[in-house]
């Protein structure tokens, strides 16, 4: 079988890529379809791994690091989540691709950041870049997330679950103001309901709508044991 060609050749030059399609997933929150450089490419990042988005925003360079939410098993795009600009978190990246037209591009860098996920439980961690890597083996994953800081997380649940030889344990704490602004909601529970031996998800709101049967309030020690 033919290897796809990955986009991310050298993890320190800069790719340019157009945007293929914008799409609005909630109230405050937008999916971004990139194109890459042909239907049979892949982005090369491998799970764990995130990427830098740069862009001349203002006459300045602005770079901001981000993890896509698809896979690298998915052909000829690759899809970020953003923050809506209008809501208090917007930023200036994410301003500049809520402004960005289709067919524009943002240069893509990576990939980037200390630890890969090898499968069946097993990462590859690298705390600096004087340090080795170092590989470590653990049968259970427990993560907690808050808001846009879900897309990681998804990553690595994501990789686990696509795999039906690999057992690894997966628990995820997920935090938000409320129910609306929950990210991947529906992808979440789908995961869980289709693979429920092998992975859970619970939520917590700051503002619960009436009838809210998970948590509420910030994360603390209870939601932690539970």
Not at 93 to 103: D, T, V, Y
Not at 108 to 116: K, L, M, Q, T
Request: glycine fraction near 8%; charge should be neutral.
């Amino acid at each position: 079988m033919l290897q796809s060609p990955v986009t991310l050749v050298e993890s320190e030059a800069k790719y340019a890529l157009p945007l293929a399609e914008k799409i609005e997933i909630t109230h405050n929150t937008r999916k971004f379809r990139f194109r890459l450089p042909s239907d049979n490419h892949v982005l090369g990042l491998p799970a764990g791994r995130h990427v830098y988005l740069s862009a001349k925003i203002d006459g300045k360079l602005v770079v901001r690091p981000y993890t896509p939410v698809s896979s690298d098993d998915d052909l000829g795009y690759v899809y970020f989540r953003g923050i809506h600009p209008k809501f208090p978190d917007g930023g200036k990246m994410s301003q500049h691709l809520e402004q960005l037209k289709i067919g524009e591009t943002v240069e893509f860098r990576g990939p980037a950041g200390s630890i890969v996920y090898n499968g069946n439980g097993k990462f590859v961690i690298q705390k600096d870049k004087k340090t080795p890597p170092q590989e470590r083996v653990f049968e259970t994953l427990s993560m907690i997330a808050g808001g846009s800081g879900i897309t990681p997380m998804l990553q690595i649940i994501t990789a686990v679950l696509k795999n039906n030889d690999d057992k690894t344990q997966m628990s995820l704490l997920f935090a938000n103001h409320t129910e609306d602004d929950i990210l991947c909601r529906k992808e979440l529970d789908e995961l869980a309901l289709e693979h429920r031996d092998r992975f859970n998800v619970w939520y917590t709101v700051g503002q619960p709508p009436a009838n809210w049967v998970f948590s509420s309030g910030r994360v603390d020690d209870e939601m932690i044991k539970a």
